[in-house]
């Protein structure tokens, strides 16, 4: 926009504001993603645990274990399962945050479009409103110019 319009400065400034509001939501999406995708590794991680834990534990007992080892696993057993099963909480919260995060961004993008479009818009309307000036501008000075050599011209006798 090589013409600065004063009366678009407002919406220059709109502009500027829905986009610095989309970038920070885009960034906190970016944060919900990463706290999501550590929170479920981190459940992948207890899940795989346990799993191996159960196979040593087998393998043990299969040796014959005493009852205070066999207590003991089912103690620790039981809390692996309540820490996995509160760390699955935690990454389907992480990951609804995640969801709201996205739709943030959707409503930022549909701001920063909007207000957009209504810069385009008046930008179209001031081009009309010059070219009409233009024009006008155009046309009086044909009309000038045509009088002018009306009146430079001397008249014909008739005959």
Known sequence: MSNHNPSLDPLMAL????ERERDETLAAMQRANEAHLAAQSQADQLVAYRVEYEGRFREQFSRK???DILQCYQGFSARLGQ?????KQIAAH???????AREAV???EM???????????RL???RQV???RDQKQTDEFASRAAWSQLQQRPLSPAV
Do not use: P
Not at 15 to 18: F, H, R, T
Not at 83 to 87: G, H, K
Not at 94 to 100: D, I, K, W
């Open 15 to 18: 502009l500027g504001q829905a």
């Open 65 to 67: 274990s005493s009852i």
């Open 83 to 87: 820490a996995i099963d509160q760390q």
């Open 94 to 100: 992480a990951a609804l945050r995640l969801e709201q």
């Open 106 to 108: 959707r409503d930022q």
């Open 111 to 121: 701001r920063v479009a909007s207000v957009r479009k209504l810069l385009e818009r």
């Open 124 to 126: 179209h309307e001031l």
């Open 130 to 132: 010059a070219e009409r």
